[in-house]
C-alpha cells in the first residue's frame, strides 16, 4: 500500500512529466531572445482558441489582468453598476473597484454556488428603480470549475442592455452542452496562476472573445493603450502582457491538459459515488461540464470536520470563509438585502483534496476519514 501522503494540490507531478519539453521550450526562447512578445504568445493565443472555440484568445499577466482589461474594454467606471456574486475571490470585485464602477453583490445559489439568475434579476430592478447607477455588466464566477448558469443570464443581462463577463479563473476546461468555457458568454476571463486547472509556473492568464473589435480593444489596453504599431498612445492602458517564458510553459501543459480534465471527471465521479447520499455537495445541472478546479462539499461544524480530517493526515481548504460583503475593502457595498446564502457557504464550504494525479485509493481514503469525521 502507498503511503504517499495525500495532497491537497499536486504541482510537482506534471512537472516531472514535462519537464524535458519544458526545458527545450525555454532554451528556444534563449536562444532567439525574444522575451516578451515571442512568437510562443501567439501560438499560445492560437491554441487556447482553438481549444475553447472561441474565436480570439489573448493571453495577459493575470487573471485579475483579464478582468480589468475587459472591464476597461467597455469603458466601465464611475457611476456604473457591476453585477457579481459575493461569494468569490476578492479579485472579481478588484477588478471592478479598480475601474471607478461600483460592485452590486448578489447572492448565490447554495446547490451551485454559483450566481442566483432569479436575485440577479432582483437586484438590477433595484438598481434601476434607484436611478443612481447605471446597470453595465454582469460578471459571473464558475466556482470551482462549475460554469454559472449562462444559458439563463445572458438573456437578464440583455433585457437590461447589459453584457455579461465569465470569470472563469477556476473554470478553463469546462462546458455547457457542447460548448466550452470561453465560448459561453460575450467575454471570458481565465487564469493560468499555478494551481488553476491550467497552470503557469508564476502569475498568468487570458481573454476569450468573438468579436474582432473587442479583441483589438484588448490588445491596445494590454500594451500601454497603443494603436496596433504601438506608436501612438489611443486609450488609457497598462502593462498586462504575458511574457515568452510563461506562454512556453502553459503551450506545455496543454499537450496534457485534456488528459488531466479526465482524470480530474473521473476522480470527480469517485468522490461523488463514494459520498452521494451522505454529504452535500456541489451539483450543477445535467448539461454542465464541471472542470473541477476544486471539490467542494458543504457540512455543519466544519471547523471540527478539518480538523478531524487534519488529525487523520488528510488536509482540506476553505474557499471563502467569509463572503466579500463582509470583508472590511468591499463592506461599503454591502446590500441592504442579506445575502443568505453567501453567508451560508461561507459557514459550510470545504474543499477535499483535488488534483489530477489522485489514486483510487487515496479518494477512497480521503472518503472514509470524512465520513468518519462526520
Ligand atoms: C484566481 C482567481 C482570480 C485571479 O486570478 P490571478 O491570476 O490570481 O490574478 C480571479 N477570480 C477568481 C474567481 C479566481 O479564483
Same mark, same amino acid.
Given at each position: 500500500?502507498?503511503?504517499?501522503?495525500?495532497?491537497?494540490?499536486?504541482?510537482?507531478?506534471?512537472?516531472?512529466?514535462?519537464?524535458?519539453?519544458?526545458?527545450?521550450?525555454?532554451?528556444?526562447?534563449?536562444?532567439?531572445?525574444?522575451?516578451?512578445?515571442?512568437?510562443?504568445?501567439?501560438?499560445?493565443?492560437?491554441?487556447?482558441?482553438?481549444?475553447?472555440?472561441?474565436?480570439?484568445?489573448?493571453?495577459?499577466?493575470?487573471?485579475?489582468?483579464?478582468?480589468?482589461?475587459?472591464?476597461?474594454?467597455?469603458?466601465?467606471?464611475?457611476?456604473?453598476?457591476?453585477?457579481?456574486?459575493?461569494?468569490?475571490?476578492?479579485?472579481?470585485?478588484?477588478?471592478?473597484?479598480?475601474?471607478?464602477?461600483?460592485?452590486?453583490?448578489?447572492?448565490?445559489?447554495?446547490?451551485?454556488?454559483?450566481?442566483?439568475? #432569479?436575485?440577479?434579476?432582483?437586484?438590477?430592478? +433595484?438598481?434601476?428603480?434607484?436611478? =443612481?447607477?447605471?446597470? $453595465? &455588466?454582469?460578471?459571473? @464566477?464558475?466556482?470551482?470549475?462549475?460554469?454559472?448558469?449562462?444559458?439563463?443570464?445572458?438573456?437578464?443581462?440583455?433585457?437590461?442592455?447589459?453584457?455579461?463577463?465569465?470569470?472563469?479563473?477556476?473554470?478553463?476546461?469546462?462546458?455547457?452542452?457542447?460548448?466550452?468555457?470561453?465560448?459561453?458568454?460575450?467575454?471570458?476571463?481565465?487564469?493560468?496562476?499555478?494551481?488553476?486547472?491550467?497552470?503557469?509556473?508564476?502569475?498568468?492568464?487570458?481573454?476569450?472573445?468573438?468579436?474582432?473589435?473587442?479583441?483589438?480593444?484588448?490588445?491596445?489596453?494590454?500594451?500601454?493603450?497603443?494603436?496596433?504599431?504601438?506608436?501612438?498612445?489611443?486609450?488609457?492602458?497598462?502593462?498586462?502582457?504575458?511574457?515568452?517564458?510563461?506562454?512556453?510553459?502553459?503551450?506545455?501543459?496543454?499537450? #496534457?491538459?485534456?488528459?488531466?480534465?479526465?482524470? +480530474?471527471?473521473?476522480?470527480?465521479? =469517485?468522490?461523488?459515488? $463514494? &459520498?452521494?447520499?451522505? @454529504?452535500?455537495?456541489?451539483?450543477?445541472?445535467?448539461?454542465?461540464?464541471?472542470?473541477?478546479?476544486?471539490?467542494?462539499?458543504?457540512?455543519?461544524?466544519?471547523?471540527?470536520?478539518?480538523?478531524?480530517?487534519?488529525?487523520?493526515?488528510?488536509?482540506?481548504?476553505?474557499?471563502?470563509?467569509?463572503?466579500?460583503?463582509?470583508?472590511?475593502?468591499?463592506?461599503?457595498?454591502?446590500?441592504?438585502?442579506?445575502?443568505?446564502?453567501?453567508?451560508?457557504?461561507?459557514?459550510?464550504?470545504?474543499?477535499?483534496?483535488?488534483?489530477?494525479?489522485?489514486?483510487?485509493?487515496?479518494?477512497?481514503?480521503?472518503?472514509?476519514?470524512?465520513?468518519?469525521?462526520?
Amino acid at each position: 500500500m502507498s503511503t504517499d501522503p495525500i495532497l491537497f494540490f499536486d504541482l510537482k507531478t506534471p512537472s516531472k512529466r514535462l519537464r524535458a519539453d519544458i526545458e527545450r521550450r525555454l532554451n528556444a526562447i534563449l536562444d532567439h531572445g525574444q522575451y516578451i512578445g515571442g512568437p510562443e504568445v501567439t501560438e499560445l493565443e492560437q491554441k487556447l482558441a482553438a481549444f475553447t472555440g472561441a474565436r480570439h484568445a489573448l493571453a495577459v499577466a493575470s487573471g485579475t489582468d483579464a478582468l480589468v482589461i475587459a472591464l476597461m474594454g467597455e469603458e466601465i467606471g464611475p457611476g456604473d453598476a457591476v453585477f457579481l456574486p459575493a461569494f468569490t475571490y476578492n479579485a472579481t470585485a478588484n477588478a471592478v473597484l479598480m475601474t471607478g464602477a461600483t460592485p452590486v453583490f448578489v447572492d448565490v445559489d447554495r446547490q451551485t454556488c454559483n450566481i442566483d439568475p #432569479i436575485q440577479l434579476e432582483a437586484a438590477i430592478e +433595484r438598481v434601476v428603480a434607484e436611478g =443612481r447607477l447605471k446597470p $453595465r &455588466l454582469v460578471i459571473a @464566477v464558475d466556482l470551482y470549475g462549475l460554469p454559472a448558469d449562462y444559458a439563463t443570464i445572458g438573456p437578464v443581462a440583455r433585457k437590461h442592455g447589459m453584457l455579461v463577463l465569465s470569470d472563469a479563473a477556476q473554470a478553463l476546461g469546462g462546458g455547457q452542452g457542447n460548448k466550452r468555457i470561453g465560448a459561453l458568454c460575450e467575454m471570458t476571463a481565465t487564469s493560468f496562476y499555478p494551481s488553476k486547472t491550467l497552470g503557469a509556473y508564476g502569475d498568468g492568464g487570458a481573454m476569450f472573445t468573438d468579436d474582432d473589435a473587442r479583441l483589438d480593444r484588448w490588445a491596445s489596453i494590454r500594451w500601454h493603450g497603443t494603436d496596433a504599431a504601438k506608436k501612438e498612445s489611443i486609450r488609457v492602458g497598462l502593462n498586462g502582457r504575458l511574457d515568452s517564458m510563461q506562454c512556453a510553459v502553459v503551450l506545455s501543459k496543454m499537450t #496534457i491538459f485534456e488528459a488531466e480534465l479526465e482524470d +480530474r471527471a473521473g476522480h470527480a465521479a =469517485r468522490y461523488r459515488a $463514494r &459520498l452521494g447520499g451522505k @454529504v452535500m455537495m456541489q451539483e450543477g445541472r445535467s448539461e454542465d461540464r464541471h472542470a473541477f478546479g476544486l471539490f467542494t462539499i458543504m457540512v455543519d461544524e466544519r471547523d471540527r470536520v478539518m480538523a478531524a480530517l487534519k488529525e487523520q493526515g488528510i488536509p482540506s481548504a476553505v474557499y471563502y470563509a467569509k463572503s466579500l460583503h463582509r470583508h472590511a475593502a468591499f463592506a461599503a457595498y454591502a446590500p441592504a438585502e442579506p445575502l443568505a446564502n453567501c453567508d451560508w457557504l461561507a459557514d459550510h464550504a470545504l474543499s477535499l483534496p483535488f488534483h489530477p494525479y489522485l489514486t483510487d485509493a487515496q479518494i477512497d481514503g480521503v472518503c472514509d476519514a470524512l465520513l468518519r469525521a462526520l
